[in-house]
């Protein structure tokens, strides 16, 4: 039972609420580095909410038995070309959210690959000649792209969807 698809799903969905729960924890705290673990917490739950993806895409692959079934990555699974290969009822819903850049799950997988994006300055245009080359900033405004509510709604609509699909995923 340990090895079924949909543990992983389980397990990564699980861990992305703890890690919201951190998030929490930590907003409410004084310590020091609230922030930093705040930021972390971030990533971690971002991080879990692909995975939870990704095992949700496994699960559907491996019930319909695509040839993509192991991809390392969700965005393999989640393509019109997988979808026209092997079509799905549920893989098409899928492909669907993620092709739509307004839906959560389009911006989970943008916001997912934008933790592997290098800082960027913010470019702006120089108005005037005498404006100084060097400007002080401070690390403290730095505004967080997304909130915990955000991830929590990303986390129970991946929950619901999975729930959903699995209810017609299964062999009666």
Known sequence: MANEL?????????????????????????AM???????AEREAALFHLY???LG???????????????????EQLLSRASLEA???????????????????LAQLLQAYAELFLPPREERK?????????????SLDQEVAPLSRETLEAWRQQL??????????LTEW
């Open 51 to 53: 995975g939870a993806l």
């Open 125 to 137: 245009a120089k108005a005037d000649v005498l404006t100084p080359l060097i400007e002080a900033v």
């Open 86 to 104: 092997a079509p799905s009822p549920e893989l098409a819903e899928l492909v669907e959210l993620a092709q739509k850049p307004e839906t959560w």
């Open 6 to 30: 949909y543990t992983r799903t389980n397990q990564k969905i699980f861990y992305a609420g703890l890690a919201l729960e951190s998030w929490r924890k930590a907003e409410e705290g004084r």
């Open 159 to 168: 929950k619901a969807l999975a729930q959903r699909f699995r209810e017609s």
């Open 56 to 74: 949700l895409c496994h699960e559907i692959a491996g019930y319909y038995r695509l040839p993509e079934r192991d991809a390392p990555r969700a």
């Open 33 to 39: 580095n609230a922030q930093g673990l705040i930021q």
